[in-house]
Protein backbone atom coordinates (compact mmCIF):
# COMPACT_ATOMS: atom_id res chain seq x y z
CA UNK A 1 0.00 0.00 0.00
CA UNK A 2 1.57 3.38 -1.18
CA UNK A 3 0.46 6.96 -0.23
CA UNK A 4 -2.22 7.02 -2.60
CA UNK A 5 -4.29 4.17 -1.25
CA UNK A 6 -3.95 4.86 1.96
CA UNK A 7 -5.24 8.31 1.24
CA UNK A 8 -7.89 6.58 -0.74
CA UNK A 9 -8.35 4.72 2.71
CA UNK A 10 -8.95 7.77 4.17
CA UNK A 11 -11.44 9.15 1.84
CA UNK A 12 -13.88 6.25 2.03
CA UNK A 13 -13.64 6.72 5.11
CA UNK A 14 -14.51 10.90 5.77
CA UNK A 15 -17.29 9.96 3.36
CA UNK A 16 -18.92 7.38 5.32
CA UNK A 17 -19.01 9.77 8.57
CA UNK A 18 -20.12 12.69 6.85
CA UNK A 19 -23.04 10.59 5.19
CA UNK A 20 -23.71 10.21 9.21
CA UNK A 21 -24.02 13.68 9.15
CA UNK A 22 -20.70 13.97 11.47
CA UNK A 23 -19.25 16.84 9.49
CA UNK A 24 -15.39 17.25 8.76
CA UNK A 25 -12.76 19.63 7.63
CA UNK A 26 -11.45 18.89 4.03
CA UNK A 27 -7.92 18.54 3.84
CA UNK A 28 -6.21 20.84 1.36
CA UNK A 29 -3.33 18.90 0.46
CA UNK A 30 -3.04 15.54 -0.85
CA UNK A 31 -0.19 14.32 0.67
CA UNK A 32 -0.73 11.81 4.04
CA UNK A 33 1.07 14.00 6.46
CA UNK A 34 -2.19 16.17 5.77
CA UNK A 35 -4.97 13.24 6.16
CA UNK A 36 -3.06 12.17 9.31
CA UNK A 37 -3.11 15.47 11.29
CA UNK A 38 -5.09 15.62 14.25
CA UNK A 39 -5.96 12.94 16.63
CA UNK A 40 -8.40 12.32 19.50
CA UNK A 41 -8.45 8.45 20.45
CA UNK A 42 -6.53 7.38 17.86
CA UNK A 43 -2.50 8.31 17.43
CA UNK A 44 -3.28 9.94 13.98
CA UNK A 45 -6.13 12.26 15.08
CA UNK A 46 -3.82 14.20 17.53
CA UNK A 47 -1.00 15.42 15.83
CA UNK A 48 -1.22 18.94 14.16
CA UNK A 49 0.59 20.68 10.68
CA UNK A 50 1.07 24.41 11.18
CA UNK A 51 0.38 26.15 7.91
CA UNK A 52 1.49 29.99 8.21
CA UNK A 53 1.90 29.44 11.51
CA UNK A 54 -1.67 28.36 12.54
CA UNK A 55 -2.38 25.34 13.90
CA UNK A 56 -4.54 23.70 11.09
CA UNK A 57 -6.69 19.99 12.51
CA UNK A 58 -7.61 17.07 10.01
CA UNK A 59 -9.49 14.72 10.30
CA UNK A 60 -8.47 11.18 10.18
CA UNK A 61 -10.65 7.95 10.14
CA UNK A 62 -11.13 7.00 14.18
CA UNK A 63 -9.27 3.89 14.07
CA UNK A 64 -6.85 1.77 16.54
CA UNK A 65 -3.42 2.32 17.02
CA UNK A 66 -2.91 -1.10 16.23
CA UNK A 67 -4.35 -0.63 13.09
CA UNK A 68 -2.61 2.57 12.25
CA UNK A 69 0.81 0.48 13.04
CA UNK A 70 -0.20 -1.61 10.47
CA UNK A 71 -0.95 0.60 7.47
CA UNK A 72 2.11 2.33 8.26
CA UNK A 73 4.25 -1.37 7.91
CA UNK A 74 2.63 -1.55 4.80
CA UNK A 75 3.53 1.57 3.07
CA UNK A 76 6.97 1.11 1.40
CA UNK A 77 10.03 2.56 3.09
CA UNK A 78 10.60 5.84 1.66
CA UNK A 79 7.09 6.63 2.27
CA UNK A 80 6.92 5.23 5.93
CA UNK A 81 9.72 7.35 6.33
CA UNK A 82 8.09 10.58 5.34
CA UNK A 83 5.06 9.81 7.18
CA UNK A 84 7.04 9.06 10.61
CA UNK A 85 8.36 12.83 10.25
CA UNK A 86 4.65 14.56 10.37
CA UNK A 87 3.20 12.06 13.04
CA UNK A 88 4.41 11.39 16.28
CA UNK A 89 2.59 7.90 16.19
CA UNK A 90 4.02 6.77 13.24
CA UNK A 91 7.74 8.06 14.37
CA UNK A 92 6.92 5.23 17.15
CA UNK A 93 6.37 2.22 14.85
CA UNK A 94 9.10 3.55 12.42
CA UNK A 95 11.14 2.60 14.89
CA UNK A 96 10.38 -1.23 14.38
CA UNK A 97 9.29 -0.54 10.79
CA UNK A 98 9.90 -4.60 9.35
CA UNK A 99 10.89 -3.87 5.69
CA UNK A 100 14.39 -2.60 5.61
CA UNK A 101 15.43 -1.58 2.04
CA UNK A 102 18.78 0.07 1.69
CA UNK A 103 19.42 0.33 -2.18
CA UNK A 104 20.86 2.92 -4.77
CA UNK A 105 17.21 3.16 -5.58
CA UNK A 106 15.73 4.30 -2.03
CA UNK A 107 18.71 5.64 -0.64
CA UNK A 108 20.49 7.95 -3.24
CA UNK A 109 19.32 11.56 -4.79
CA UNK A 110 18.14 11.41 -8.29
CA UNK A 111 21.03 12.80 -9.91
CA UNK A 112 23.34 10.25 -7.91
CA UNK A 113 21.00 7.53 -9.59
CA UNK A 114 20.79 8.99 -13.12
CA UNK A 115 24.46 9.35 -12.81
CA UNK A 116 25.28 6.57 -11.51
CA UNK A 117 28.27 7.91 -9.40
CA UNK A 118 30.06 6.11 -6.99
CA UNK A 119 32.89 7.92 -5.52
CA UNK A 120 34.09 8.57 -1.95
CA UNK A 121 31.77 11.35 -1.23
CA UNK A 122 28.78 9.77 -2.62
CA UNK A 123 29.56 6.22 -0.92
CA UNK A 124 30.00 8.07 2.42
CA UNK A 125 27.00 10.13 2.07
CA UNK A 126 25.01 6.96 1.20
CA UNK A 127 26.40 4.28 4.00
CA UNK A 128 26.10 7.88 6.49
CA UNK A 129 22.13 7.91 5.23
CA UNK A 130 21.36 4.36 6.11
CA UNK A 131 23.49 4.62 9.35
CA UNK A 132 21.20 7.43 10.55
CA UNK A 133 18.19 5.73 9.50
CA UNK A 134 19.69 2.06 11.39
CA UNK A 135 20.87 4.25 14.76
CA UNK A 136 17.25 5.45 15.14
CA UNK A 137 15.69 1.72 14.92
CA UNK A 138 15.21 -0.68 17.71
CA UNK A 139 16.05 -3.72 15.83
CA UNK A 140 12.91 -5.20 17.13
CA UNK A 141 10.20 -6.13 14.35
CA UNK A 142 12.42 -6.75 11.70
CA UNK A 143 11.33 -9.00 9.20
CA UNK A 144 13.17 -8.03 5.68
CA UNK A 145 16.60 -6.62 4.93
CA UNK A 146 18.25 -5.80 1.49
CA UNK A 147 21.30 -3.90 1.66
CA UNK A 148 23.39 -2.80 -1.17
CA UNK A 149 27.16 -2.31 0.96
CA UNK A 150 29.67 -0.14 -1.23
CA UNK A 151 33.50 -0.34 0.30
CA UNK A 152 34.55 3.42 0.31
CA UNK A 153 37.82 2.75 -1.46
CA UNK A 154 41.11 2.68 0.08
CA UNK A 155 39.37 3.03 4.02
CA UNK A 156 41.14 1.91 6.56
CA UNK A 157 38.56 0.22 8.16
CA UNK A 158 35.70 -0.75 4.76
CA UNK A 159 33.54 -2.94 6.76
CA UNK A 160 33.15 -1.03 10.30
CA UNK A 161 29.80 0.10 9.23
CA UNK A 162 28.33 -2.77 7.87
CA UNK A 163 29.19 -4.72 11.00
CA UNK A 164 27.61 -2.64 12.95
CA UNK A 165 24.55 -2.48 11.00
CA UNK A 166 24.04 -6.47 10.80
CA UNK A 167 24.30 -6.59 14.42
CA UNK A 168 20.97 -4.17 14.70
CA UNK A 169 19.30 -5.30 12.53
CA UNK A 170 19.36 -8.83 11.90
CA UNK A 171 17.53 -10.09 14.79
CA UNK A 172 15.06 -13.14 16.24
CA UNK A 173 12.30 -13.08 13.78
CA UNK A 174 14.21 -11.85 10.37
CA UNK A 175 12.64 -13.99 8.07
CA UNK A 176 14.57 -12.18 4.88
CA UNK A 177 18.52 -11.23 4.52
CA UNK A 178 19.52 -9.97 0.88
CA UNK A 179 23.07 -8.53 0.95
CA UNK A 180 25.43 -7.67 -2.07
CA UNK A 181 28.13 -6.02 -1.46
CA UNK A 182 30.47 -3.82 -3.76
CA UNK A 183 33.21 -4.27 -5.66
CA UNK A 184 33.21 -7.66 -6.49
CA UNK A 185 36.64 -8.27 -4.70
CA UNK A 186 35.23 -6.95 -1.87
CA UNK A 187 36.91 -9.44 1.58
CA UNK A 188 34.03 -9.00 4.10
CA UNK A 189 33.63 -12.05 6.01
CA UNK A 190 30.22 -12.71 7.06
CA UNK A 191 29.77 -13.33 10.72
CA UNK A 192 28.09 -16.71 10.62
CA UNK A 193 27.44 -16.29 14.59
CA UNK A 194 24.78 -14.33 13.60
CA UNK A 195 22.89 -16.66 11.71
CA UNK A 196 23.22 -19.33 13.89
CA UNK A 197 22.52 -17.84 17.24
CA UNK A 198 19.69 -14.95 16.27
CA UNK A 199 17.72 -16.52 13.54
CA UNK A 200 18.17 -20.17 12.96
CA UNK A 201 14.87 -19.95 14.15
CA UNK A 202 13.58 -18.02 11.49
CA UNK A 203 15.42 -17.10 8.53
CA UNK A 204 13.66 -18.42 5.17
CA UNK A 205 15.27 -16.73 2.18
CA UNK A 206 19.22 -15.86 2.41
CA UNK A 207 21.11 -14.11 -0.69
CA UNK A 208 24.80 -13.39 -0.69
CA UNK A 209 27.01 -11.69 -2.81
CA UNK A 210 30.17 -10.88 -3.19
CA UNK A 211 31.82 -11.45 -0.21
CA UNK A 212 33.58 -14.27 2.10
CA UNK A 213 31.68 -16.96 4.25
CA UNK A 214 33.52 -19.52 5.70
CA UNK A 215 31.07 -21.72 8.55
CA UNK A 216 32.99 -23.97 10.71
CA UNK A 217 30.51 -25.26 12.59
CA UNK A 218 26.41 -26.56 11.66
CA UNK A 219 24.19 -23.83 11.69
CA UNK A 220 21.35 -25.20 12.15
CA UNK A 221 18.95 -23.10 9.97
CA UNK A 222 16.22 -25.43 9.67
CA UNK A 223 13.66 -22.65 8.66
CA UNK A 224 15.89 -22.14 5.97
CA UNK A 225 13.78 -22.49 2.11
CA UNK A 226 16.19 -20.15 -0.57
CA UNK A 227 19.65 -19.97 -0.57
CA UNK A 228 21.35 -18.13 -3.54
CA UNK A 229 25.05 -17.27 -3.46
CA UNK A 230 27.09 -15.43 -6.05
CA UNK A 231 30.69 -14.98 -6.10
CA UNK A 232 30.67 -16.46 -2.49
CA UNK A 233 34.12 -17.78 -1.29
CA UNK A 234 32.87 -20.94 0.34
CA UNK A 235 34.42 -24.18 -0.21
CA UNK A 236 31.76 -27.85 -0.38
CA UNK A 237 32.53 -28.77 3.16
CA UNK A 238 31.75 -25.21 4.25
CA UNK A 239 28.46 -25.39 2.30
CA UNK A 240 27.87 -28.82 4.00
CA UNK A 241 28.24 -26.78 7.00
CA UNK A 242 26.37 -24.26 6.27
CA UNK A 243 23.11 -26.63 5.16
CA UNK A 244 23.22 -29.22 7.93
CA UNK A 245 19.77 -29.04 9.21
CA UNK A 246 18.46 -27.09 6.48
CA UNK A 247 15.58 -29.75 5.67
CA UNK A 248 13.50 -26.80 4.27
CA UNK A 249 15.36 -25.97 1.75
CA UNK A 250 13.53 -25.68 -1.52
CA UNK A 251 15.69 -23.88 -3.59
CA UNK A 252 19.98 -23.61 -3.84
CA UNK A 253 21.58 -21.37 -6.53
CA UNK A 254 25.38 -21.37 -6.71
CA UNK A 255 27.13 -18.58 -8.77
CA UNK A 256 30.42 -18.11 -9.44
CA UNK A 257 31.73 -19.93 -6.14
CA UNK A 258 34.69 -20.74 -7.29
CA UNK A 259 36.08 -21.88 -4.71
CA UNK A 260 33.76 -25.20 -4.64
CA UNK A 261 35.49 -28.29 -6.67
CA UNK A 262 33.85 -31.24 -5.17
CA UNK A 263 29.96 -30.61 -4.50
CA UNK A 264 27.65 -33.14 -3.38
CA UNK A 265 23.76 -32.81 -2.26
CA UNK A 266 22.90 -35.13 0.58
CA UNK A 267 19.89 -37.18 0.36
CA UNK A 268 18.48 -35.20 3.64
CA UNK A 269 17.11 -32.32 1.91
CA UNK A 270 14.22 -34.06 1.04
CA UNK A 271 12.51 -30.87 0.10
CA UNK A 272 14.85 -29.45 -2.45
CA UNK A 273 12.76 -29.17 -5.72
CA UNK A 274 15.18 -26.40 -7.66
CA UNK A 275 18.67 -26.92 -7.79
CA UNK A 276 21.20 -24.35 -9.94
CA UNK A 277 24.77 -24.58 -10.52
CA UNK A 278 25.89 -21.97 -12.81
CA UNK A 279 29.87 -21.30 -13.74
CA UNK A 280 31.44 -22.35 -10.44
CA UNK A 281 34.28 -24.34 -12.16
CA UNK A 282 33.03 -27.70 -10.25
CA UNK A 283 34.89 -31.06 -10.72
CA UNK A 284 32.36 -33.49 -9.43
CA UNK A 285 28.32 -33.21 -8.69
CA UNK A 286 26.98 -35.92 -6.77
CA UNK A 287 23.41 -35.15 -6.39
CA UNK A 288 21.68 -37.47 -4.03
CA UNK A 289 18.60 -35.42 -2.90
CA UNK A 290 15.56 -37.74 -4.35
CA UNK A 291 12.68 -34.96 -5.03
CA UNK A 292 14.82 -32.08 -6.94
CA UNK A 293 12.50 -31.55 -10.51
CA UNK A 294 14.30 -28.65 -11.49
CA UNK A 295 18.27 -28.78 -12.53
CA UNK A 296 20.28 -25.87 -14.33
CA UNK A 297 23.64 -26.69 -14.95
CA UNK A 298 26.25 -24.30 -16.27
CA UNK A 299 29.54 -25.38 -16.02
CA UNK A 300 32.01 -27.22 -18.29
CA UNK A 301 33.67 -30.65 -17.68
CA UNK A 302 31.88 -31.94 -14.88
CA UNK A 303 32.11 -35.31 -13.60
CA UNK A 304 28.19 -35.94 -12.98
CA UNK A 305 26.64 -38.31 -10.73
CA UNK A 306 22.26 -38.27 -10.35
CA UNK A 307 22.86 -40.79 -6.81
CA UNK A 308 19.41 -41.47 -5.96
CA UNK A 309 17.79 -38.54 -7.59
CA UNK A 310 15.28 -39.65 -10.61
CA UNK A 311 12.09 -36.96 -10.10
CA UNK A 312 13.93 -34.26 -12.17
CA UNK A 313 11.55 -33.33 -14.94
CA UNK A 314 12.97 -29.79 -16.09
CA UNK A 315 16.40 -30.10 -16.69
CA UNK A 316 18.91 -27.47 -18.33
CA UNK A 317 22.44 -28.38 -19.20
CA UNK A 318 25.57 -26.51 -20.69
CA UNK A 319 28.42 -28.79 -21.70
CA UNK A 320 31.11 -28.68 -24.36
CA UNK A 321 29.52 -31.14 -25.78
CA UNK A 322 26.11 -31.04 -24.61
CA UNK A 323 24.14 -32.95 -26.99
CA UNK A 324 26.29 -36.20 -26.94
CA UNK A 325 26.46 -36.27 -23.42
CA UNK A 326 22.57 -35.96 -23.12
CA UNK A 327 22.26 -38.74 -25.45
CA UNK A 328 24.42 -40.83 -23.44
CA UNK A 329 23.66 -40.10 -20.49
CA UNK A 330 20.42 -38.95 -19.28
CA UNK A 331 18.06 -41.59 -20.05
CA UNK A 332 19.33 -43.57 -17.45
CA UNK A 333 20.39 -40.37 -15.19
CA UNK A 334 17.10 -38.40 -15.53
CA UNK A 335 14.31 -41.05 -16.66
CA UNK A 336 11.64 -38.49 -15.91
CA UNK A 337 12.81 -35.25 -17.38
CA UNK A 338 10.05 -33.33 -19.50
CA UNK A 339 11.60 -30.92 -20.42
CA UNK A 340 15.44 -30.52 -21.72
CA UNK A 341 17.22 -27.70 -22.71
CA UNK A 342 21.07 -27.64 -24.05
CA UNK A 343 23.56 -25.11 -24.40
CA UNK A 344 26.49 -26.37 -26.13
CA UNK A 345 29.69 -24.27 -26.80
CA UNK A 346 30.98 -27.49 -29.25
CA UNK A 347 30.12 -30.81 -30.42
CA UNK A 348 32.53 -32.89 -31.49
CA UNK A 349 30.30 -35.30 -33.07
CA UNK A 350 26.88 -35.17 -34.42
CA UNK A 351 24.21 -36.48 -32.34
CA UNK A 352 24.77 -40.40 -31.91
CA UNK A 353 21.87 -42.64 -32.94
CA UNK A 354 21.04 -43.98 -29.19
CA UNK A 355 18.36 -47.50 -28.18
CA UNK A 356 17.91 -45.42 -25.02
CA UNK A 357 14.83 -43.47 -24.68
CA UNK A 358 13.75 -40.16 -23.24
CA UNK A 359 10.46 -41.94 -22.17
CA UNK A 360 8.89 -38.73 -20.86
CA UNK A 361 10.51 -35.86 -22.70
CA UNK A 362 7.85 -33.44 -24.13
CA UNK A 363 9.79 -30.32 -24.90
CA UNK A 364 13.30 -30.25 -26.20
CA UNK A 365 15.26 -26.49 -26.93
CA UNK A 366 18.76 -26.58 -27.94
CA UNK A 367 21.67 -24.15 -28.32
CA UNK A 368 24.41 -24.23 -30.29
CA UNK A 369 26.55 -21.56 -29.39
CA UNK A 370 29.83 -20.26 -30.81
CA UNK A 371 31.44 -18.69 -34.04
CA UNK A 372 32.83 -21.25 -35.78
CA UNK A 373 32.11 -24.58 -33.77
CA UNK A 374 29.19 -25.61 -35.33
CA UNK A 375 29.96 -24.54 -39.30
CA UNK A 376 30.38 -28.72 -40.17
CA UNK A 377 27.52 -29.86 -37.62
CA UNK A 378 25.03 -32.30 -39.30
CA UNK A 379 22.00 -30.86 -38.36
CA UNK A 380 20.13 -33.62 -39.72
CA UNK A 381 21.52 -35.87 -37.21
CA UNK A 382 18.98 -34.40 -34.38
CA UNK A 383 16.68 -36.81 -35.68
CA UNK A 384 18.40 -39.62 -33.61
CA UNK A 385 16.95 -37.30 -30.47
CA UNK A 386 13.29 -37.53 -31.99
CA UNK A 387 13.57 -40.95 -32.27
CA UNK A 388 14.56 -41.02 -28.76
CA UNK A 389 11.28 -39.20 -27.85
CA UNK A 390 8.15 -40.80 -28.42
CA UNK A 391 6.23 -38.22 -26.54
CA UNK A 392 8.34 -35.14 -28.33
CA UNK A 393 5.82 -32.80 -28.47
CA UNK A 394 8.17 -28.75 -29.50
CA UNK A 395 11.58 -28.84 -30.20
CA UNK A 396 13.30 -25.59 -30.47
CA UNK A 397 16.93 -25.15 -32.18
CA UNK A 398 19.14 -21.71 -31.87
CA UNK A 399 21.98 -21.53 -34.29
CA UNK A 400 24.61 -18.93 -33.64
CA UNK A 401 25.79 -16.64 -36.54
CA UNK A 402 28.70 -17.54 -38.10
CA UNK A 403 30.20 -15.99 -40.78
CA UNK A 404 29.34 -17.17 -44.19
CA UNK A 405 31.31 -19.90 -45.10
CA UNK A 406 28.83 -22.41 -44.86
CA UNK A 407 28.12 -25.25 -47.16
CA UNK A 408 25.23 -23.61 -48.47
CA UNK A 409 22.95 -25.53 -50.64
CA UNK A 410 21.64 -24.74 -54.08
CA UNK A 411 21.00 -27.11 -56.78
CA UNK A 412 19.31 -30.93 -57.46
CA UNK A 413 17.01 -31.84 -54.65
CA UNK A 414 17.59 -35.52 -55.46
CA UNK A 415 20.69 -34.98 -53.51
CA UNK A 416 19.27 -34.16 -50.59
CA UNK A 417 19.25 -37.01 -47.87
CA UNK A 418 15.89 -38.51 -47.09
CA UNK A 419 14.99 -40.40 -43.57
CA UNK A 420 11.51 -41.56 -44.36
CA UNK A 421 11.28 -44.65 -41.70
CA UNK A 422 11.69 -42.09 -38.92
CA UNK A 423 7.85 -40.96 -37.86
CA UNK A 424 7.52 -38.21 -35.29
CA UNK A 425 3.45 -38.95 -34.36
CA UNK A 426 3.28 -36.68 -31.50
CA UNK A 427 5.81 -33.30 -32.43
CA UNK A 428 3.48 -30.07 -33.28
CA UNK A 429 5.54 -26.98 -33.13
CA UNK A 430 8.81 -26.68 -34.46
CA UNK A 431 11.37 -23.63 -34.53
CA UNK A 432 14.87 -23.35 -35.78
CA UNK A 433 15.89 -19.91 -34.66
CA UNK A 434 19.38 -18.43 -37.04
CA UNK A 435 18.31 -20.59 -39.74
CA UNK A 436 20.31 -21.21 -43.02
CA UNK A 437 20.71 -23.02 -46.41
CA UNK A 438 23.35 -25.17 -44.76
CA UNK A 439 22.74 -28.66 -46.28
CA UNK A 440 22.52 -30.84 -43.72
CA UNK A 441 19.63 -27.76 -42.09
CA UNK A 442 17.51 -27.71 -45.46
CA UNK A 443 17.33 -31.31 -45.31
CA UNK A 444 16.47 -31.70 -40.96
CA UNK A 445 13.56 -28.70 -42.11
CA UNK A 446 12.02 -30.80 -44.91
CA UNK A 447 12.58 -34.16 -42.57
CA UNK A 448 10.09 -32.23 -40.19
CA UNK A 449 7.61 -31.55 -42.45
CA UNK A 450 7.71 -34.85 -44.40
CA UNK A 451 7.42 -37.17 -40.83
CA UNK A 452 6.14 -34.97 -38.34
CA UNK A 453 2.91 -36.19 -38.54
CA UNK A 454 1.10 -34.42 -36.16
CA UNK A 455 2.92 -31.02 -36.84
CA UNK A 456 0.83 -27.73 -36.49
CA UNK A 457 3.72 -24.71 -36.77
CA UNK A 458 7.08 -24.83 -38.33
CA UNK A 459 8.83 -21.40 -37.58
CA UNK A 460 12.16 -20.88 -39.12
CA UNK A 461 13.70 -17.43 -38.21
CA UNK A 462 17.08 -16.66 -40.52
CA UNK A 463 18.13 -13.94 -38.09
CA UNK A 464 20.19 -14.76 -35.27
CA UNK A 465 18.51 -12.77 -32.12
CA UNK A 466 17.12 -13.76 -28.91
CA UNK A 467 14.49 -11.64 -29.21
CA UNK A 468 12.61 -8.94 -31.54
CA UNK A 469 11.13 -5.37 -31.18
CA UNK A 470 7.14 -5.04 -31.10
CA UNK A 471 6.55 -2.77 -34.18
CA UNK A 472 5.96 -0.20 -31.65
CA UNK A 473 8.35 3.00 -32.46
CA UNK A 474 8.52 3.64 -28.60
CA UNK A 475 9.30 -0.20 -27.39
CA UNK A 476 12.87 -1.26 -27.73
CA UNK A 477 14.43 -2.24 -30.88
CA UNK A 478 15.89 -5.56 -32.25
CA UNK A 479 19.37 -6.15 -31.04
CA UNK A 480 22.36 -5.00 -33.88
CA UNK A 481 23.43 -7.17 -36.57
CA UNK A 482 26.16 -6.78 -38.51
CA UNK A 483 25.62 -6.20 -42.26
CA UNK A 484 26.65 -9.10 -43.58
CA UNK A 485 24.18 -11.27 -41.31
CA UNK A 486 21.70 -9.49 -42.68
CA UNK A 487 22.61 -9.80 -46.37
CA UNK A 488 22.77 -13.44 -45.34
CA UNK A 489 19.15 -13.13 -43.65
CA UNK A 490 17.66 -12.79 -47.29
CA UNK A 491 19.50 -15.30 -48.94
CA UNK A 492 17.93 -17.69 -46.13
CA UNK A 493 14.45 -16.22 -47.02
CA UNK A 494 14.89 -16.73 -50.61
CA UNK A 495 16.13 -20.32 -49.65
CA UNK A 496 13.14 -21.39 -47.86
CA UNK A 497 11.24 -20.16 -50.45
CA UNK A 498 12.71 -22.46 -53.14
CA UNK A 499 13.64 -26.03 -51.23
CA UNK A 500 11.04 -25.85 -48.39
CA UNK A 501 8.24 -24.13 -48.92
CA UNK A 502 6.58 -26.51 -50.95
CA UNK A 503 6.83 -29.49 -48.75
CA UNK A 504 4.81 -27.29 -46.26
CA UNK A 505 1.16 -28.96 -46.47
CA UNK A 506 -2.41 -27.02 -45.65
CA UNK A 507 -2.36 -28.03 -41.90
CA UNK A 508 0.87 -26.55 -41.14
CA UNK A 509 1.25 -22.80 -40.42
CA UNK A 510 4.82 -22.34 -41.52
CA UNK A 511 5.99 -18.67 -40.27
CA UNK A 512 9.02 -17.54 -41.77
CA UNK A 513 10.69 -14.38 -40.40
CA UNK A 514 13.37 -12.38 -41.37
CA UNK A 515 15.28 -8.84 -41.00
CA UNK A 516 13.06 -6.81 -38.64
CA UNK A 517 12.19 -4.09 -41.57
CA UNK A 518 11.65 -1.13 -38.87
CA UNK A 519 15.53 -1.73 -37.12
CA UNK A 520 17.36 -3.44 -40.02
CA UNK A 521 18.33 -1.38 -43.35
CA UNK A 522 20.85 -2.41 -45.51
Request: charged share 20%; with cysteine.
Given at each position: MGLMALNRLISRQR?????????????????IASSLAKRNRSPCRQDINSHGGKKVRYPGPDLPEDIWRHIHFLLPMQDAAR?????????????????????????????DLCMRTTGSNVIRDYNNKIDHVLRNHSGAGVKKLRLEYY?????????????????????PGIEQLHLTLSPRDATFNFPCMLLSERCHGSIQYLHLANLDLHPTFQLGL??????????????????????????????????????????????????????EVLECSLEVLEINA??????RLMDFNVQLSFGKSRKMKNLMLNNSCGISYAIDNLPSCAPKVETLTIHSSYEIIN?????????????????????????????????????????????????????SKYDWFEGDLSSL???SEHRHHNLKNVKISGFCPQKSMVELARHILENATSLE??????????????????????????????RDAYKSILAVRTYIEGKVNSTVKLNLLGPCSRCYAL
Open positions: EQKQKRNRGRIEANNGWAARISQSFRSSWKCYPNLTFTNETMCSKEVIPHDAEPYHHLTSWLQIAVTRTLKTLHLYNVHITGGELGCLLSHSFALAHLRLQYCHDIIRLQIPCLLQRLRFLPNISRFAPVTSSKFRHLKILIIYLLGLHSHRDYDYLSLVSLFDASPLLERFVLFVSPVQRQMCLTLDTTPTSYRCSGDILARKCPPLETAYI
